[in-house]
């Protein structure tokens, strides 16, 4: 939101109160609190009608400081709140008699200038990192209401990214960002995931931690400045030293959440009814019959929202016309080693028999008047779920545990993002809080009756809204997308940008969901959704059986799956990682390479891990991407003929590719486990493993840990000196292989190989 007309008036009817003047700063119980009156101070009578902004200073964590920024202090409070993981550790606070104040939290220094305009420096290892200066914080009285904001300046060169699962550009200097959640398919300004969190390649991000609608000036009202604004007399937001993004990331995850470990067989290829398309349990058989067929090895078979009756949607019965024995026919997919994810909502038709139900027992959202809140979108009658009820929430889960005694696997979170503002909630909530805040209660309902009911570890949702904290629900999809190259990539920049907003895993509908690609989109895109963290063939009116567009789509199709389930030791340690340090399986060029100043803008390709570059094809075979400095080498199993083996960067590179093949190069000092199995993803992932070995540098020692899967985790050391490699492991399950220079060594159980 803008509240100046340029740089020195404002806005038609805007009224602002900025702190001018330090009346005293106070060290409390690690905190420090500044009063700061919105006038020069002289004397004592200009303490009279004159307002006082409060801004306290404090420290969650190490390396993060905690800003709150206050008018009036009476107002309500009803919430909700994000939760914040509060681990206070070395708190330093100093208020001289002259001079600046200071709050240090590990290498974190908020800088209070205590005479003259309103200052605050916020410096780690000697560096402003950024600052609140003077004419930064404002207290607006406007037509809409009162907002307070904040700006901290941006440096020269400096990028800023995330705020949640945006499509457009990438770098988000120069737009203007409200963290609302829509429904509003991923060719908008809209997202379905807004996530108030920005990190910049200055080394530090800032949470805003307000599930209300946050507004975002990145450079656009002042282009020296990001500016962020809430509605109300409070703003509360946290800067997060890093140095790097994925410090940043560490950091913030460990104050907001990590994703959990989802269980193996997620990782597979998960095939769709898709959306509006007619299926039944034969037309569902020769799908999987189709794919089997095919030697397409298949993981999840999905059913999207018509296993259940038209405008019954959500009451969680099976349509009997369509599927009269919904345990018999779960019970034939579980035989042919499928797991099963089924669509839901958190909406309830007025058809539904739970209509009824829920208004009696009163865990629907009502109006000021007591009405249940309903509308026509959607579904006819629509009414929502409550989960500020915790009654609501049992009875909404035991709907749910009722299709997991079934046989169902999984459960596709779709919607989540239509939530009203004019209701009242069971506790008292803010319904402009509620808004963003829904999709975690959401997510969070469906996500932990997964792991009462079939454990830790094996729980996985298809999420499509989130907001912050919502990363600890994994896994969250794109959206609704067209079946066009130009869609696809901005799907990547989508997830890219969630990437870096705490999200470990992402995953996006293969072919695009609106509309039936060409064949060649399909292919290009196959490609791309295998090599990424979690891959869905669905569409909207048209199926995605790879069948259905040409036979080298099949190919395509069966190659890229088999890839991806031999890297699965390597994937699988990705997740290790996010769930650890709550860094992202698909990681942007900038994450990775902060130095490289051409990575900062790069948004057409990615990192797969630390290790793996890729670069998807958003042609029919023209593909331009950049490599950043080293010699990196591409990996085989995809390698296009004709193209050398190695890559030099840094530079830009043009080539063909067919649809068989896209650049994915290996880093250079990469030990890459590769797994023995190509059939399916949760397999004993050290047994059998190859550790191919790529340009190890003169001195190279480091561990490399490969999880279980289903087996036993082992732990390889690997050295490199003068020319030969040397790999020992204490707890090798079984058979491993070391690959270097196109030479293979294999051994047995725990020992020692060299090469």
């Not at 990196?632 to 050398?644: E, I, Q």
């Not at 840990?705 to 490699?725: E, H, I, K, N, Q």
Request: glycine content about 10%; proline content about 7%.
């Amino acid at each position: 939101m803008r509240f100046t007309d340029g740089y020195w008036q404002l806005r038609p009817g805007v009224e602002m109160l900025r702190p001018r003047d330090i009346d005293s700063v106070e060290a409390g119980d690690n905190t420090l609190t500044v009063y700061a009156p919105t006038a020069p101070i002289t004397k004592r009578g200009d303490t009279l009608n004159r307002p006082v902004v409060t801004v306290t200073f404090d420290a969650p964590a190490d390396d993060i400081i905690g800003v709150r920024i206050e008018h009036h202090q009476g107002r309500r409070d009803p919430g909700p709140h994000f939760a914040v993981n509060r681990e206070p550790g070395a708190v330093k606070v100093v208020v001289p008699e002259s001079g600046p104040a200071e709050l240090t939290s590990g290498g974190l220094t908020a800088r209070v200038g205590t005479d003259g305009p309103w200052h605050v420096d916020f410096v780690a290892d000697g560096e402003v990192l950024t600052s609140s200066a003077d004419r930064s914080v404002g207290i607006a009285s406007t037509p809409e209401g009162d907002f307070v904001h904040e700006q901290l300046a941006l440096g020269v060169g400096e990028h800023v990214y995330g705020l949640g699962e945006r499509f457009g550009a990438f770098v988000k200097n120069g737009q203007s960002v409200d963290v609302w959640n829509e429904d509003g398919g991923t060719a908008s300004e809209q997202a379905y995931k807004n996530v108030p969190f920005y990190l910049t390649d200055r080394g530090y991000g800032v949470f805003v931690a307000h599930p209300e609608r946050v507004s975002f000036e990145v450079g656009s009202e002042v282009v020296s400045r990001t500016q962020f604004s809430v509605p109300g007399q409070s703003l509360q937001y946290y800067v997060i030293h890093g140095p790097t993004p994925a410090e940043i990331l560490r950091r913030y995850t460990a104050l907001t959440g990590r994703p959990a470990i989802v269980p193996a067989w997620s990782y597979g290829l998960w095939l769709s009814t898709s959306f509006t398309t007619n299926y039944d349990e034969e037309t569902v058989n020769s799908f999987i019959d189709g794919m089997a067929e095919r030697d397409i090895p298949l993981s999840v078979f999905h059913f999207d929202c018509f296993w259940m009756r038209q405008f019954h949607w959500c009451d969680f019965v099976w349509d009997p016309a369509t599927f009269p024995d919904p345990e018999g026919m779960l019970a034939r997919l579980h035989e042919r080693d499928l797991k099963v994810c089924v669509w839901i909502n958190p909406y309830i038709a007025q058809r539904s028999h739970l209509f009824s139900e829920g208004r009696e027992k009163g865990y629907l959202v009502t109006t000021a008047e007591g009405d249940v809140w309903q509308w026509d979108k959607w579904q006819a009658g629509m009414a929502l779920v409550d989960f500020t009820n915790p009654e609501a929430t049992a009875w909404y889960q035991d709907k749910l545990r009722v299709l997991l005694r079934q046989g169902v696997d999984s459960f596709k979170t779709d919607f989540g993002e239509r939530i009203p503002t004019d209701v009242v909630w069971h506790d008292g909530s803010d319904p402009q809080r509620m808004h963003n805040y829904y999709a975690s209660l959401y997510n969070k309902v469906v996500f932990e009756l997964l792991e009462e009911e079939r454990g830790r570890g094996e729980a996985v949702v298809f999420a499509r809204s989130a907001t912050a904290g919502t990363q600890a629900y994994p896994v969250h999809w794109g959206g609704d997308c067209e079946s066009t190259f130009v869609s696809m990539a901005e799907s990547l920049r989508g997830g890219l940008s969630l990437s870096l907003s705490g999200f470990g895993y992402w995953s996006h509908d293969i072919g695009g969901f609106e509309g039936t690609p060409d064949p060649a989109v399909f292919k290009r895109w196959a490609a791309f959704g295998l090599l990424s963290s979690h891959s869905r063939l669905h569409g909207s009116s048209s199926y995605r059986v790879p069948w259905a567009f040409d036979d080298e789509a099949v190919d395509v199709t069966r190659k890229f799956t088999k890839l991806k389930l031999r890297l699965m030791p390597y994937l699988g340690g990705l997740g290790v990682t996010a769930a650890g340090e709550g860094l992202p399986v698909m990681r942007p060029m900038v994450l990775q390479f902060p130095e490289d100043r051409t990575a900062a803008s790069v948004d057409t390709q990615y990192m797969l891990g630390p290790s793996l570059l890729v670069a998807p094809v958003f042609h029919e075979s023209a593909v331009e991407y950049y490599v950043p400095e080293g010699e990196w080498t591409r990996l085989p199993d995809v390698t296009a003929p004709g193209l050398a083996p190695t890559v030099t960067g840094p530079r830009w590179t043009a080539e063909e590719h067919g649809y068989d093949s896209l650049p994915v190069l290996v880093r250079p000092g990469t030990v890459l486990p590769v797994g023995a199995r190509d059939d399916r993803p949760d397999y004993a992932w050290a047994e059998g493993v190859t550790l191919r070995c790529t340009r190890l540098p003169e001195g190279f020692d480091e561990e490399v840990l490969v999880p279980g899967g289903t087996g036993a985790p082992a732990t390889f050391r690997v050295r490199y000196a003068s020319g030969v490699v040397q790999v020992t492991s204490d707890d090798a399950p079984g058979e491993w292989g070391v690959e270097y220079e196109g030479r293979t060594v294999r051994a047995t159980g725990p020992g020692e190989v060299a090469l």
